[in-house]
């Protein structure tokens, strides 16, 4: 059984059947049965059914963005913006796939000799919460251009939005079986990696989830895609636009009560600005409005789970414990539900917890660098490599440390975001692989080589 909670009230909203090993297999097996029809559809076939899973998309879209504020607390003016990026990951893909996947012709001792591109088969689609439309599309909308099938094992947390998106594309006149919901407990989940007639696995979640689910894709030989955690620097050197770094640092900070992979995490801002630009964030996060995510003028939501919350107050603790100040937040409220306040931490080391640890909600830790170097240092100074800001008015030293950070990404004055046209992914405990662009279609491909003389 799955339960759906509402993390603003803690109340119980429905419960849902989850599969057996049985149910599993059967869903499977739906979804490859599927795959030998979908394969021979030309790109303008399938380029259809998406753009119609995008029009689908939008129809329902307060309906969704209303799901996803009961089940896990996103605000609901941000959930109809994810239901729209999620739609134009659809159409980008539509609209992009026959070029990304065109022949590549390659010089050799034959008379002719390329790489096509063809589908795996089957994949499967391990997905988190924390923005239940847009991973999903992140992984449906690429794989399903490229041919292959999809089944969805969506967070248990989520049960109604991988419903509601399974309706989408049945509501869209999608092909049976293209993509299959797959509601089932964790602890069925590795029946779903082994089955045989699954050919790869898309995971996105924690690193330690990561490193299970990778352990057994390796062990059936399976390819594998992992999208993890991430403590992204945020670099503010003294020639920076301090005004429009706050703003953004703030943002995205912020945005979805900082429940984000690639959210700026530490705040690292040279020594000459940083008391002024300490100021500057304060005055923009104390003006935040917690509360209700079914209310319009809400801009920080609850924490998805109880556990999620005392994780995240224990880091709070331990990093005040070690010597940061406090000077917002910082404290449990009281009443119902999982909600956490908008929280400020200022002179944060390198020692300290939330330094060295992902912070998964709204708080914001500031560090002080002497340099850009010693922000350079810092930056680097994490066992996560996801994404990495860069704020500086000199072009030449923000690529130049860019090029230094050991980050999948890198945004120079502007906000680390996804975007269905650029692709993403991390190094080192934040993954591996890519999603999105023109190498997101390709990692669930077949790179054939054909030699023709």
């Not at 149910?23 to 399938?46: C, V």
């Not at 306040?341 to 912070?359: H, K, N, Y």
């Not at 906000?415 to 999105?436: A, F, N, Q």
């Amino acid at each position: 059984m799955l339960t759906a909670t509402n993390p603003y009230t803690g109340h119980t909203i429905k419960d849902y059947e989850a599969l057996d090993e049985a149910g599993i297999k059967q869903r499977i097996s739906a979804a490859n049965d599927a795959f030998e029809h979908w394969r021979l559809q030309s790109i303008e076939q399938r380029k259809g059914v998406l753009k119609a899973v995008a029009a689908s998309l939008r129809n329902n879209k307060t309906l969704l963005a209303k799901l996803m504020a009961e089940e896990m607390g996103k605000p609901i003016k941000e959930g109809g913006p994810e239901v729209e990026k999620a739609a134009l990951c659809c159409e980008h893909y539509a609209d992009n796939a026959a070029e990304y996947l065109a022949d590549e012709e390659l010089a050799s001792d034959a008379s002719l000799s390329f790489v096509c591109f063809q589908p795996l088969g089957t994949l499967l689609g391990i997905l988190p919460w924390n923005a239940p439309l847009w991973l999903a599309f992140r992984y449906l909308a690429p794989a399903l251009m490229a041919g292959n099938t999809c089944v969805m094992k969506h967070d248990p947390n989520v049960p109604g939005c991988a419903e509601a998106i399974a309706k989408v594309f049945e509501e869209a006149g999608a092909p049976e079986n293209i993509m299959v919901n797959l509601p089932v407990e964790t602890s069925l989940v590795e029946k779903a990696i082994r089955d045989p007639l699954v050919m790869a696995i898309s995971f996105t979640g924690s690193a330690g989830a990561g490193a299970k689910v990778a352990s057994m894709a390796a062990s059936e030989i399976k390819h594998s895609v992992l999208e993890l955690g991430g403590s992204d620097p945020f670099i503010v050197l003294a020639d920076a636009d301090l005004e429009k770094a706050s703003e953004i640092a703030t943002l995205s900070r912020i945005i979805n009560a900082g429940q984000s992979c690639i959210a700026a995490k530490r705040i690292i801002v040279e020594a000459s600005v940083y008391d002024d630009f300490v100021g500057r964030l304060y005055s923009r996060l104390e003006k935040l409005k917690s509360g209700d995510p079914l209310d319009e003028d809400t801009d920080v939501g609850p924490i998805a789970r109880f556990d999620l919350r005392e994780n995240l107050h224990r880091q709070v603790s331990e990093t005040i414990d070690d010597g940061a100040r406090c000077l917002l937040g910082g404290e449990i409220p009281e009443g119902n539900g999982f909600t956490y306040p908008v929280t400020m931490l200022v002179d944060v080391t390198s020692d300290m917890c939330a330094f060295r640890e992902e912070t998964f909600g709204p708080v914001m830790c500031v560090i002080k660098a002497e340099s850009a170097e010693h922000a350079l240092e810092l930056a680097n100074d994490t066992e996560f490599g996801l994404g990495a800001g860069v704020w500086t008015g000199n072009a030449a030293l923000a690529r130049d440390m860019a090029m230094k950070i050991n980050a999948g990404q890198v945004a120079i004055n502007g906000i680390v975001k996804t975007d269905p046209r650029l692709p993403s992914g991390g190094i080192k405990r934040s993954g591996y692989g890519r999603e999105l662009g023109p190498q997101g279609i390709k990692e669930f491909v077949n790179a054939k080589q054909v030699w023709i003389k």
